[in-house]
């Protein structure tokens, strides 16, 4: 976090200081004005509108505009952020038409970099966090200087008007438009104190079902993304990397390449160092920059090109796997140790264990990654679908030295993210080849450079061991976890614990369970280790809720009644990880026990057909799965699948039910089938004829019910994914008594 | 030598490498970002087009395949500024999360109402583009609404 974050009363002027220091109050234009058309009446008369707040613009005719802040990678954050903003400014939703704000970094007072829309960044669930703080409070500032501007026109106390759908009204019964109130409203002066906020029971538009804001623009193919970007002028890249882990380039030979009509420049781009952190881009290369992305790719397939291999280019993960099994007879690092396990063990009355595997994963967005780029003396334009533009920002600095507040990086929609786009190699690889050729450059990835080339979901091996009494109560609980490192290379990570990542101490039964140790134990490996969609979670949820439903069949105990036991009745337990600092083991429970009720836990299923039930806490979100499925000469059905899931006050209850049912869908077609593989230090799955993505005829329909709540709203995001994998294989037992204890499930039924 | 073919009810001509795959011609030559690149090897669809009506997979048919045949992209869908019928049913259900493959998986549903006008869902399943999304659930909502209102349409 290098830059500023402006305070809340700083929105106003941040509008303002941003726009060339005009004066608050002068009527301005929008600072996006030039890419939309300017609003007009039905006769032809042309208004201008008016610039109420950083976020908010209001037309005459009452019609509002609210800048959407966040980057919309398919979490909805295009229609939640400004429904927050909406709710505060009391206008009703259909007055609102939404637009991307570009990334709003700016200088301030003494030159200091300041967000001026404030976090614009898309990761780890939070955008919806945070604008429950600041752009709640932005919407009210705007709210409030239009309700001061009546009382000014008026000549009343403020207090006594009150605001519906766009209107101030006196309770003598005058009334004026905000379009009306603008013009004076955008002159005034907020006040230093902070302005109260609606109550949950006043919301009109939060907690409602608001559609995709910009839902025509995608189903008739206008919505742009970073692949779409143009630049006039600009070139096509496409690289040719090194297929081997941390290889280099030794020689090439472009004489074909550049003998194919189009071609224009053949440029090699250096890797990382071999064992360095990775910084920038993420392999070596040969870049061949073409008129098209045909030529482009036509020349790529020319190119003859000798690497150098390095100490990882013999990695293998059939080696990997017994490697870590083998290092799980080994001490590692202690993320947690509660109690006395070891004499948890010399006391009990049994034990059971089990050990669980979890692959490498690949992202896969569905758009692949670009990046489109203009280099000039004096500034840049940066078009690229990202999670993160104000690291966009900064990394094209550092490479040009040009000034931050010189670049620009223009917002588009993104075709998903799931963790990919958080880092940003690709902007790296298109700054190198725009400085080698003197050109813009469109930067584009193939699929198979995306599968073979990413930041992967770490690998793991989970053992899970638990200690239990003569009362079949459990006593004593080890997770041990042998993986790849998550800091592997990475230099976000270096001063994070050896454990990040890969083993959530705090996870229950932590804290409920008298004597419970978690450790880790580092295997290395030579792929480059990134975040995956709610990544510890996924990660771990697997193994933790798979072995309670083992031990509860162990047992002869309930898997329900089992997981309520290992949830505990505290109050509250302290949690450190990422979406604590607490973890409400009842919020957990009830989405547990409503999960059961819907899915019929406790009735028969009919024969062939079994139940699988999992619950987990990912970044402040409670969520459990509950499913029935059978299988038939290896083909898993899902028949049912029911998603409880508690985020807190939901915002927009339709885009939440979207995430859930997105989100368990990603979990099962993660479950059932994908996994990124080594041989001979090379990924051996290149596209989705070998990296198999769910389809249509064996996505099940998702039964998704959000709990009613009045806290504090979490993301959404990630929250549907982690328990919808143990589920799946929970229920794969109960139908077929065939345990799953490693990922994906592929042949193994 | 040039080859012509008609793109959203115009004619056009492409004197370009002929071997170029379509979508490469769309997306580069004719300003049609609206089809998108995924896999380049026909496995995701969502390059998908109208070739003749028929879906088909840009990514992986030559310009020289479409020689003397109408193409309709995303862009050709709308009837004057009036949405298709399934792109309203696109809209109706929210179906969109990040978007990206949703204009290949409405070429592909206007292909498969325009054969099965009524499909179940074990027919809707016979869509193969990918969502990474999983936005599945609401296209077969969405494939079912459009199913209806055509039939209405149809009936009137």
Redesign the interface.
């Known amino acids: 976090m290098s830059a500023e974050w402006p305070s809340r009363r700083s929105f106003l002027v941040a509008s303002a200081s941003a726009l060339g220091g005009l004066v608050v109050g002068v009527r301005r234009a929008w600072p996006d004005e030039g890419r939309g058309t300017a609003p007009s009446a039905k006769d032809g008369t042309t208004f201008d509108p008016v610039q109420l707040t950083a976020f908010v613009r209001i037309n005459p005719d009452n019609r509002v505009t609210i800048g959407a802040r966040g980057l919309?990678?398919?979490?909805?954050v295009m229609t939640s952020l400004p429904m927050l903003i909406a709710e505060e400014l009391d206008v009703a939703w259909s007055m609102v038409t939404v637009e991307q704000l570009g990334h709003g970094l700016e200088a301030g007072e003494g030159g200091r970099l300041r967000w001026r829309y404030g976090d614009q960044s898309a990761g780890g669930s939070t955008s919806v966090s945070d604008g429950w703080g600041d752009l709640r409070a932005a919407g009210a500032q705007g709210r409030w200087l239009l309700r001061q501007a009546a009382a000014n026109r008026w000549g009343v106390d403020a207090n006594v008007l009150s605001t519906r759908e766009g209107v101030v009204r006196h309770p003598d019964g005058r009334e004026a438009t905000y379009g009306e109130l603008a013009s004076t409203a955008s002159q005034l002066a907020l006040p230093e104190s902070p302005i109260p906020l609606k109550s949950p029971t006043e919301f009109r538009i939060v907690g409602t079902r608001v559609?995709?804001a910009d839902?025509?623009a995608?189903?008739?193919?206008?919505?742009?993304?970073g692949?779409?970007a143009?630049i006039p002028g600009a070139l096509?890249a496409v690289i040719e990397r090194c297929p081997w882990l941390d290889g280099t380039l030794r020689s090439f030979d472009d004489s074909a390449a550049r003998a194919i009509?189009g071609v224009r420049h053949v440029v090699a781009i250096d890797g990382p160092a071999p064992g360095a952190m990775i910084t920038h881009n993420i392999a070596a290369g040969v870049a061949v920059v073409a008129d098209?992305?045909?030529?482009a790719l036509r020349g790529r397939a020319a190119l003859r090109v000798e690497w150098e291999r390095s100490a990882w280019s013999a990695d293998d993960s059939e080696a990997l796997e017994r490697a870590a099994n083998e290092a799980l007879s080994h001490a590692g690092t202690m993320a947690r140790s509660d109690g006395d396990f070891a004499a948890a063990r010399r006391s009990a009355a049994r034990e059971h264990s089990a050990r669980y595997t979890v692959p490498f994963l690949a992202h896969?967005?569905?758009?692949?990654q670009n990046c489109t780029i203009a280099l000039r003396p004096d500034g840049a334009t940066v078009i690229t679908s990202t999670q993160v533009p104000d690291d966009v920002n900064r990394l094209v600095s550092e490479l040009t030295g040009l000034p931050r507040t010189a670049i620009e990086v223009q917002l588009t929609?993104?075709?998903?993210?799931?963790g990919r786009r958080l880092r940003n190699d690709f902007v790296c690889e298109a700054v190198k080849v725009a400085q080698a050729t003197g050109k813009p450059i469109k930067l584009?990835w193939?699929?198979?450079e995306d599968m073979t080339h990413d930041f992967y979901r770490p690998f793991g091996v989970h053992e899970l061991r638990a200690t239990v009494d003569a009362g079949r109560r459990v006593t004593g609980w080890s997770h041990r976890v042998a993986a790849t490192s998550r800091k592997f290379r990475d230099p976000g990570k270096v001063r994070d614990p050896e454990w990040v990542g890969v083993c959530d101490p705090d996870a229950y039964p932590a804290g409920v369970v008298p004597n419970y140790e978690s450790e880790v134990v580092t295997v290395p490996f030579g792929l480059p280790m990134g975040w995956w969609r709610g990544p510890l979670h996924t990660f771990g949820a697997f193994a933790t809720e798979s072995f309670i439903d083992e031990l509860a069949h162990e047992l002869g105990r309930d898997a329900v009644e089992l997981r309520l036991e290992l949830i505990g009745t505290a109050s509250e337990l302290a949690y450190r990880d990422h979406g604590g600092p607490k973890f409400e083991p009842a919020r957990l429970a009830h989405v547990l026990r409503e999960a059961a009720q819907r899915i019929g836990w406790g009735t028969a299923s009919v024969a062939g057909r079994g139940k699988g039930i999992a619950c987990h806490f990912t970044f402040g979100g409670y969520t459990a799965h509950a499913m029935e499925v059978s299988v038939a000469r290896g083909e898993v059905t899902i028949h049912r699948c029911v998603c409880v899931t508690d985020v807190g006050q939901p915002v927009n209850l339709?885009?939440l039910e979207?995430?859930m049912?997105?989100?368990?869908?990603?979990g099962l077609?993660t479950a059932l089938r994908l996994e990124v593989t080594v041989r001979d230090g090379r990924v051996v799955q290149r596209?989705?004829?070998s990296y198999r993505?769910?389809?249509?005829?064996?996505?099940?329909?998702?039964e998704v019910h959000v709990v009613p709540s009045t806290a504090r709203p979490v993301g959404a995001g990630e929250m549907g994914v982690p328990s919808a994998l143990p589920c799946l294989a929970n229920a794969i037992y109960a139908a077929t008594g065939k345990r799953v204890r490693r990922l994906p499930v592929g042949g193994q039924v | 030598m040039a080859i012509d073919f008609r793109l959203n009810g115009r004619a056009v001509s492409f004197a370009g490498d002929a071997s170029m795959p379509l979508l490469w011609y769309l997306r580069d030559h004719a300003a049609l970002t609206g089809t998108k690149f995924g896999c380049g090897v026909s496995a995701c669809g969502a390059c998908t087009v109208h070739v003749d009506g028929r879906a088909s997979r840009s990514c992986s048919l030559p310009v020289r395949g479409v020689a003397g045949r109408e193409v309709v992209t995303i862009e050709g869908l709308e009837n004057e500024g009036t949405l298709h019928t399934v792109q309203a049913a696109w809209i109706a259900e929210d179906v969109p999360q990040c978007g990206y493959c949703q204009a290949g998986q409405i070429m592909a549903a206007v292909d498969l109402l325009r054969r099965t006008p009524n499909p179940t869902d074990a027919e809707i399943g016979a869509i193969t583009n990918l969502c990474r999304c999983g936005t599945y659930p609401r296209i077969r909502k969405a494939i079912h609404r459009a199913a209806d209102a055509l039939a209405r349409e149809g009936a009137r």
């Open positions: 919309e990678i398919g979490q909805g559609g995709t839902a025509r995608i189903v008739t193919g206008r919505a742009r993304y692949i779409d143009t096509v009509p098209d992305t045909w030529a896969a967005t569905m758009e692949p929609r993104a075709g998903g993210g799931f584009l193939t699929r198979e339709l885009g979207a995430q049912m997105g989100g368990t869908i990603d077609s596209n989705f004829p993505l769910m389809r249509m005829a064996q996505a099940p329909d998702v």
